[in-house]
Structure formats: C-alpha cells, structure tokens
C-alpha cells in the first residue's frame, strides 16, 4: 500500500468507522481473503444487526409520524369547539360546521341529525328553528346507522368506509365520500338522540385503526350546546 494512502486511512480511521459502504466494502473483502469454505460469523452478526436497526429506524419513523398527526388532529378538534363556543345561536353553528370546521378538520362534509322525538313533534318554537337547520330521522335510527343493523354493537363512535345507505346522512354528496366518522349524541336531559357524522373523499382520513377519544370529546361538546338551544 502506498505510505502516503495509509497516512490518509489512519488519520481518518474514525471517518471510515462511520462510513457503511466502506464498512461493508472491508467486510467483503475479509470474506474473499477467508475463502469459500470459512464463515465469518462477525460478518454475519454485522448483516443480521444492519438489518434490524434499519427495522428500528422504520418504526421510530412511525412513531414520530403517528405521534405528529394526533397532536395535529387534537390541535384541529380544540379549534372547531373553541369556535362552537363563539357562536351566538343555533343557526350560526350549524353554518359554522358547514364552512369553517370542514376546512379546519379538512373534511368534505359535516352533518348533525337528530330522531324524531316527542318533545321536538308538533312544537311550532323547534319547528321554525330546527327543520331548516338539520335532518330529521325515525326513532332508533342512530344506532341502527351506526351498527349497520348489528344488534351487539354498542359503539358510540365508529370511524370506517362510508357504508350503504349513506345518502341518508349525506344526500347527494355520498357518492363522492369514502370513509366518515360518526358519533352518537345523547342532548339534554330528555335524552334526545342525535348523530355528528365527518364525511371525507379520502378513503384513509377516517380508519378503524384510529383512535376515538377526540371525537368523542368534541360530540360532548357538542351535546352541550346544542342543548342550551333546545332549552
């Protein structure tokens, strides 16, 4: 070898150190020097920890990922139910959720409705303010929806595909919307039961893999406020 290129390798030893094609360039070459009939059990302990770090480096990445669209996504809840407490009356918060809480939560479609019930029937105070404002649905409709007709569902929230049937929440828009997220709405002291449905056309916006706890608090709050009205 030529003294001046060993000169350079042992000044920056600790550079090659950290160089991995370097690295395994010299693992090569011992394994040539070895011949075909010896293993180099250094080398392949080397091969099987580079594998698994790089498994490590996948799933940290993800975990930083993950960690970065929960605090995103509870960042977006905590403004829409800042901006529901702003308004002044029912009519500004159902356009509110219209306009402003499908661009903050960068959803395509936000819909509130609420079952028939005995205290909303034949009442000309709800009649005028409400019918105008929101959809209006059967007894049992809620849960109904959001089992899909399975009877041992007990869910309050679900977070899916947007299933059949789903022009009955949305209309015409269901035939663009892929996934939603839907909760349940207990209001007032009467137990009037509602339903809060998030409709995207982004199949992965809305996934059983998800967690539920944000939406769950912003349909608390929401059953609060639209409680006052109705009071």
Not at 184 to 207: D, H, M, Q, V
Request: aromatic fraction near 6%; charge should be positive.
């Amino acid at each position: 070898m030529d003294d001046h290129l060993r000169e350079e390798i042992l000044a920056k030893a600790h550079e090659i150190l950290n160089d991995e094609i370097l690295l395994r360039a010299l693992i090569k070459a011992s394994d040539k020097n070895l011949g075909s009939k010896i293993v180099d059990l250094r080398s392949v302990a080397m091969q099987k920890m580079d594998g698994e770090l790089k498994k490590l480096k996948r799933s940290n990445q993800q975990v930083i990922a993950t960690a970065y669209e929960n605090l995103v996504g509870m960042k977006q809840v905590h403004q829409v139910v800042l901006k529901s407490l702003e308004q002044n009356n029912f009519d500004e918060f159902i356009t509110n959720l219209d306009t402003e809480a499908c661009n903050i939560l960068r959803v395509d479609c936000i819909k509130i409705g609420l079952e028939t019930h005995s205290s909303l029937e034949n009442t000309e105070k709800y009649d005028s303010k409400l019918s105008k404002l929101l959809d209006f649905y059967p007894v049992n409709f809620v849960d109904t929806y959001i089992s899909q007709g399975e009877n041992n569902s007990s869910d309050d929230v679900v977070l899916r595909p947007t299933p059949k049937g789903s022009e009955q929440l949305y209309g015409k828009l269901s035939k663009n919307l892929k996934s939603e997220g839907c909760i349940k709405l207990k209001i007032g002291n009467k137990k009037i039961i509602g339903i809060l449905a998030l409709a995207s056309k982004k199949r992965e916006k809305f996934t059983a893999r998800q967690g539920v706890e944000l939406l769950k608090f912003m349909g608390s709050v929401f059953e609060r406020r639209i409680s006052h009205w109705l009071n």
